[in-house]
């Protein structure tokens, strides 16, 4: 069964980039047709779908936060890598990584609430806080 951890600093600066790791175990990321998402609940508020990787390395973004994600992966490593740029105090949320299979739903990467059921496998979460 797929494993997924998310790594990364629990505090970042405000104008600086969040950059977490999700590493991957019994599974690859390279295996047809996965994609490898990230994804954040902020305090108080649903699952939002920040971006994604597929097992070809092609990368997916939410309209809302393209200019500030970039997604990545080391394929030596079974690890893939968010980092968004320019954090306030907004970006302030538990994230998460996770796996699909095929496309992610269009509903999710047009801003619907994520739901659990949305993605097979799931990161256990890691809080980040932007502060200064």
């Known amino acids: 069964q797929v494993q997924l951890q998310e790594s990364g600093p629990g505090l970042v600066r405000p104008s600086q980039t969040l950059s977490l790791t999700c590493t991957v175990s019994?599974?690859?990321?390279?295996?047809?047709?996965?994609?490898w998402s990230w994804i954040r609940q902020p305090p108080g508020k649903g699952l939002r779908w920040i971006g994604a990787?597929?097992?070809?390395?092609?990368?997916n973004y939410s309209p809302s936060l393209k200019s500030r994600t970039s997604i990545s992966r080391d394929t030596s490593k079974n690890q893939f890598t968010l980092q968004l740029t320019s954090v306030t105090p907004e970006d302030t949320a538990v994230y998460y990584c996770?796996?699909?299979?095929?496309?992610?739903?269009?509903?999710?990467?047009?801003?619907?609430?994520?739901?659990?059921?949305?993605?097979?496998?799931w990161g256990q979460g890691i809080q980040v806080t932007v502060s200064s």
């Open positions: 996770a796996r699909g299979w095929g496309l992610p739903p269009v509903a999710v990467v047009a801003g619907r609430a994520v739901g659990r059921a949305d993605f097979g496998s």
């Open positions: 019994g599974g690859s990321i390279t295996t047809t047709p996965s994609y």
């Open positions: 990787i597929s097992y070809t390395g092609s990368t």
